[in-house]
Each structure stands twice: as structure tokens, then as C-alpha cells.
């Protein structure tokens, strides 16, 4: 656990909180630009580092709202020209 006072700073027209190299590095980021998903609730700040890729089909596909495939919307790609195995 990583526990640090920090200050909201005026940045132009707005106010910000620098995040430090050794917070990144506590978090696992060597990269100079993260992106956090921002949860604001009930009085407190949460920010979550969000991935750059999913490590799961249920974390790529948690956002989707459609519906599933059928057996209608498969497509039909011909006969094979190669070495593919179908």
C-alpha cells in the first residue's frame, strides 16, 4: 500500500494532481502516459488504471450491449484457396 499527501494545483483552467514515477511504478506503469477511469461517489475520488488490452474474452467483450450471434448471421467464405484448415 502506497500512502502520500498531495495538493490540487492550479493547470491552466483547471486543477490537477501530479502523479509521481514512484506511484506509477507501485501501480506497474513505466509508461509516461496512463489512462485512469475517474469514479467520483459519495464525497471521494477513485482512479483506476484502465489496460490496454483485455486479458480476458469477458473483460473485451464486458462493454458490448448486442445481442449474440445465430446460426444466421454466420458468413459463408467460399471454398478454401490455401492450406486453411475449417
Known amino acids: ?3 502520500k499527501e498531495t495538493k490540487l494545483k492550479k493547470w491552466g483552467n483547471s486543477q490537477g ?7 506509477l511504478k507501485e ?4 509508461e509516461e502516459e ?9 464525497g471521494k475520488i477513485i ?3 484502465k489496460k490496454k ?5 469477458e473483460e473485451l467483450f464486458a462493454d458490448y ?3 449474440p450471434l445465430d446460426s444466421e ?6 471454398e478454401s484457396v490455401g492450406r486453411e484448415l475449417l
Open 1 to 3: 500500500m502506497f500512502v
Open 17 to 23: 494532481i501530479r502523479i509521481g514515477k514512484e506511484e
Open 27 to 30: 501501480l506497474g506503469y513505466d
Open 34 to 42: 496512463v489512462v485512469f477511469t475517474m469514479i467520483v461517489d459519495k
Open 47 to 49: 482512479l483506476t488504471p
Open 53 to 57: 488490452y483485455p486479458d480476458t474474452l
Open 65 to 67: 450491449d448486442g445481442k
Open 73 to 78: 448471421d454466420k458468413l459463408d467464405w467460399g
